[in-house]
């Protein structure tokens, strides 16, 4: 008699139907960390290009986050579309920084940079403030004048208070004026200071000077002559420029234009720029 063979029981058939939503749960977290890694640095375009991206396969590819995702219910006939987790609307391109609105132009800043970027504009108004008050308590006529632009801390200094009509020598209060600025120039931030002279357009005393270029050159070296007596500055930091009658800032048809045009421009750079020249 013939012995009745046992039929082996099937396994049980695992359901895997689990592996589907785990994965794209997976994807949505890969996204959210390449997002929040992405918008944590200031930089708007990368950022938009990244979000473009995302939104594009969020919200309707052919991968696991497809609409018709085989997790969908076909008989409700809704759609399981996951939304864009970024608001595109609301990302805006970089513009670029107006001169004077106390920004490097073109210069996109980063974590640190911005950080220190801060700093470097805080420290440029405190020495603002000191000059101003400096300026008072000196009772100066005519006034020091300053300010802040996307070069730098910018003071103004009118001839009245420099130098005699004329002449490339450095009055007493001039002398004291650039002793006084050459403390401020003792910066924890290294920064290149640019002294630009400047005169009107009356021509100068052949005698001494040839133009009002070797006037304005005169002038602004002779000041930072003064200035670099402080031995605690670096003279490589340092340039002196003559402009001339070559960069009013007034009308040279009257006397009150020619006297502000016939000044010495202190340029104390920005940190920005000393760090974008190394």
């Known amino acids: 008699m013939k012995k009745l063979k046992r039929k082996k029981k099937h396994d049980e058939h695992i359901d895997e139907s689990w592996l589907i939503p785990y994965a794209d749960i997976l994807t949505l977290l890969l996204a959210l960390f390449i997002v929040l890694f992405a918008s944590s640095q200031i930089d708007a375009k990368k950022f938009e290009a990244v979000a473009e991206s995302f939104a594009s396969e969020l919200s309707g590819g052919t991968g696991i986050l497809d609409s018709n995702s085989p997790t969908d219910s076909e008989d409700d006939g809704t759609s399981s579309e996951i939304p864009s987790i970024v608001d595109e609307e609301a990302i805006e391109d970089d513009t670029e920084t107006e001169p004077g609105a106390g920004r490097t132009s073109d210069t ?21 403030q000191a000059l ?13 004048t300053t300010e802040i632009d996307d070069r730098g801390l910018i003071v103004k200094i009118g001839e009245g208070i420099l130098f005699e009509s004329g002449s490339a020598d450095l009055s007493s209060p001039a002398a004291t004026i650039a002793r006084e600025l050459s403390q401020m ?4 931030v290294p920064r290149t200071v640019y002294i630009e002279g400047h005169t009107d357009n009356i021509p100068t005393d052949k005698r001494q000077y040839a133009t009002n270029w ?35 800032i007034a009308s040279n048809d ?3 234009g020619r006297n502000e045009n016939r000044r010495v421009e202190i340029v104390i750079s920005r940190f920005v720029e000393q760090t974008a020249g190394e």
């Open 185 to 188: 120039f003792e910066s924890e």
């Open 214 to 248: 070797e006037l304005s050159s005169a002038r602004a070296i002779n000041f930072m002559k003064i200035v670099l007596e402080n031995k605690d500055l670096d003279p490589r930091l340092f340039s002196a420029t003559g402009y001339g009658e070559y960069r009013p």
């Open 132 to 144: 101003l008050n400096f300026a008072d308590e000196a009772d100066l006529n005519p006034p020091l």
């Open 254 to 256: 009257t006397e009150a």
């Open 108 to 128: 996109e800043l980063e974590g640190e940079d911005l950080f220190s970027a801060i700093q470097d504009q805080q420290e440029l108004e405190e020495m603002e």
